[in-house]
C-alpha cells in the first residue's frame, strides 16, 4: 500500500514537472499573442530620478498620439546599463526582441548591427527629414556603411572639467586651465593648499578622463582619426597624451566608490577639479535628496576640459528598431515621437541633457544647458569612448582593461602598447 | 498450483527499485541537462574559436586555455583569487574553531552566542558587500569614514589603510567580509564536531594523566579532522567562485579582479563566449581540484565502515 502510494507521487511529480514545462510554454506564447497587436515594449535603463520622468512625459505624448498602442516599461535599473546590457544580450540571442531598445548611439550598436539584429532606419530619417534637424557631424559618425541604425534622443557631454571656484581662488588659480600645461600647473598649486586637487572614483572614471585627457593633447581631428581604419595608436603625440594623463593622475585623490562621491568632492570644498559628464551638473544642483542642492557658478562652475574648448566630446541614448519586433508598426511609433522636437523637448529638461535636434526650444534649458545647447550648436564633435560612441564594447572593455593594468604599474610604454592592441583586436 | 498463485501479486507489483527510481527521475534529468550538459557545453565552446557571438565556432583544442595565460589580466586575477582563498579559508577557520572552542567550554548564554554568530549566515554576499562596501571605505585622515574612522575615533590612526583598494593586500581585506559572513558556519560544523567527541575517551584520557590541553591536542582535535577537512572544501569552493560579494564591494575594476569577474566581463562586455567559457572551465577545473578527492576519500571511508 505504502509502495503504491510513493510510485503514484513519484509519477504525480513527475507529470507535474512535464506540465509544467508545457504549460509555461503556451502560456508564455498565448500571453504574447494576445496583447502584441496594442502593447508596445520599450527596452531602456531609465529607472534613476530625472530619467524616468523624462521616460514619462516621453509615454504621455505617444500614447496620447497613438491610442491605440499602450506603453510597456520594461526598463531594467542599474547605472550605465551592465545589467539592461547583459539582459538585452540574452533576448536578442534568444530571438525574442523587444519592440525597441535604449543603446548608446554608435559603435556599441556595432556588435547588435554585425549580428543582424537591427533594422535599418533609413526610411524613417528620409519620411521625417531628419538628417537636417540633427547635426551633420552627428549623423556621419552614427552612419555604419552607408545606414543609420537608432534614432538619438539625448545628448550628453563627456569633456567638462568641473570645479570649486573657491578652492582655486584661495589656491591662487585664476580660472578655469585653459590647456593640458595650465591645467597641470594648476594643479600644482592646489596640491600645495593641501587639497585635492582632482578627485577620481571607480576604474571607468579614470577611462573618462583618459579620454578628456587624449581629446586635449591631440587635437580634435588627431582624436577622431584615432578611431578610423589607419589610425596610429603607436605615435609620439599618442605617448605625449599618456605621459600627460600619468602626471594629471599623479595628482588625483584617493579613488572614491563612484562618480558621485568623487563630484561631492568638488561641491564639498574638498576637491579642486573633477572632470565628469554633463549629469554631473543634476547632482550638483538638484535639490536633496536627489542632488546636492549646490548654486551653481558659486560653489561649483565648469569649463570644457583642458584643451578641448570649442569641440563637444558628445555621448547619446538612443532607440533602435530590431528585427523581428513583435509590433514594428507601435515600435515605429514610439521611433517618431523620441525624434520629435516635441518628446524630446519633453524629455530632456527632466533628465538633465540637451536634444539631438538642433530646432530645440531653447526657453526649456536653464543655465548650464542653456550654456551646452549654444555648444552643441556651434563646436566640432568628438565621440567618446567609456560611453560607447566611437569604440565598440570589446575595444572599450580592452581599454578599460589597460587604464586598470596602468593603475597598478603605472608604465605609459605598456599602457600605450596595450592600446595599440585594443585598437588591432577590435575588428573596427 | 503455489507458483501460479504467487505469480500475479508479481506482476502486479513494480519491480522494488522502480518507485524510488521515478521519484528521484525529475532531479536526475534536470541535473543532467542542467548541470552537466552545460558543463559539456560550456567545454565544447571553450575548446572552439568563438570569439563573437555570430560566427560559429571550430574546435581549435586547448589554444584557448594556453593563450589566456598571457594576459596580464588573467595573472592577476588568479592571484587575487589565490590571496583572497588563503585569507578567507584559513581566517573563516580559525575564527570558527575558536569560537566553537568557546561554546564548547560552556559559555553562559551559549544559546544566544550561537544565534548571533550564525546570523551572517542568512544574508546574502550583495547585502554584506554593500555594508562593507562602507565600512571599507578607503579615505583616511579627516575624510575617513567606516572603519577607518573608527580607528581614528580610538587614536589608533596607525591603523588605517587603502583596504580594498591597497595594491598588495587588497586581496586580503577584501577576505575580511567573507570571514564575517562564513564563520559562524564553521562554528557551527566544529560545534557538531566537538559534541561528537565522547565523554568517555576525554575520561580516559584525563585518567591516563594528561592535562587539560593534551586531552584536546591528541584526542579531540583528532576527531575534528574530518569537521576541518569537509570545511575546508565548502569554503574553498565558494572562494574559488566568488563573485557577488566582490561585485557589489568594488565592481569591476581590475584592483579586485578575481576569475569569476574575467568571466563576465568577457562574456558580456567584450563579447567573447569562448574566452569566457575558458575561463569558466579553468574555474570548474579548480574547484574540481578540491573536491573530487574529497570524494574519493569519502567514499573510501564509507566502504569501510
Known sequence: ?????????????????????????DSGGGGEGGTSAKRVEVFSWWTGPGEADGLKAMREIFERQNPNYTFFDAAVAGGSGDQARALLSSKLQANQPPDTFQGHAGAELQGYIKAGKLEPLNFLYDELKLKDVFPEQLVEQITVAGNIYSVPVNIHRSNILWFNPGVLKEAGVAGAPKTIEEFIGALEKVKKTGKIPLSIGSQWTQVHLLESVLLGSLG????????????DWSSAEVTKALENFKTIM????????????????????????????DWAYGYFHNPPDGGLGKTSKTDFDWAPSPGTDGTFMWLSDSFTLPK????????????????SKEGQDAFNPLKG?????????????????????DQWASNKLAGSIQHGVVANDAWRTAINDAVGLFGQDQDVAKLQTALVDAAKASGQ | MTAQTALPPARRRAPRWLPGLLLVSPSIVAIAVFVYGMLGWNFKVALSDQHDEITPGKFVGLENFVNLWDETRWGISVRHAIVFTLVFVGGALVLGWFLAFLMEKGLKG??????????????????????????????TGERAVGLNALFGMFGLDFLQWQWFRDQDWGMAAMAIPAIWQMSGYVMALFLAGFR???????????????????VYRYVVFAFLRPVTLSAMIILGHISLKVFDLIVSVSGKQIIT?????????????????????????????????FVVPYLIWNARREKRQ
Open chain 2, 257 to 289: 579582479d578575481v576569475p569569476a569577474i574575467f568571466m563576465w566581463t568577457a562574456v558580456y562586455d567584450s563579447h567573447d563566449p569562448a574566452k569566457g567559457a575558458t575561463i569558466a572551465a579553468y574555474i570548474v577545473l579548480s574547484v574540481a581540484i
Open chain 1, 353 to 373: 541633457s540637451i536634444p539631438a535636434r538642433k530646432d530645440a526650444d531653447k526657453s526649456l534649458y536653464q543655465d548650464y544647458l542653456a550654456w551646452n545647447l
Open chain 1, 324 to 339: 523581428g519586433a513583435p509590433n514594428r508598426e507601435g515600435a515605429v511609433a514610439w521611433l517618431k515621437v523620441a525624434a
Open chain 1, 250 to 277: 599623479s595628482y588625483a585623490g584617493t579613488p572614491q566608490e563612484d562618480w558621485q562621491p568623487a563630484a561631492k568632492q568638488v561641491a564639498d570644498g574638498e576637491a579642486a577639479f573633477n572632470i565628469m559628464g
Open chain 2, 196 to 214: 561528537g567527541v565522547p565523554e568517555e575517551l576525554r575520561e580516559a584520557a584525563r585518567v591516563d594523566g594528561c592535562n587539560e590541553w593534551q
Open chain 1, 220 to 231: 580634435t581631428d588627431a582624436y577622431n582619426a584615432l578611431w578610423t581604419a589607419n589610425a
Open chain 1, 1 to 25: 500500500m505504502r509502495r503504491r502510494w510513493i510510485s503514484a507521487a513519484a509519477i504525480g511529480l513527475a507529470g507535474i514537472l512535464a506540465l509544467g514545462a508545457c504549460g509555461g510554454g
Open chain 2, 110 to 139: 551559549e544559546g544566544g552566542f550561537r544565534a548571533v554568530y550564525l546570523f551572517p549566515m542568512a544574508i546574502s554576499f550583495i547585502a554584506t558587500g554593500v555594508v562593507w562596501r562602507w565600512l571599507m571605505n578607503s579615505a
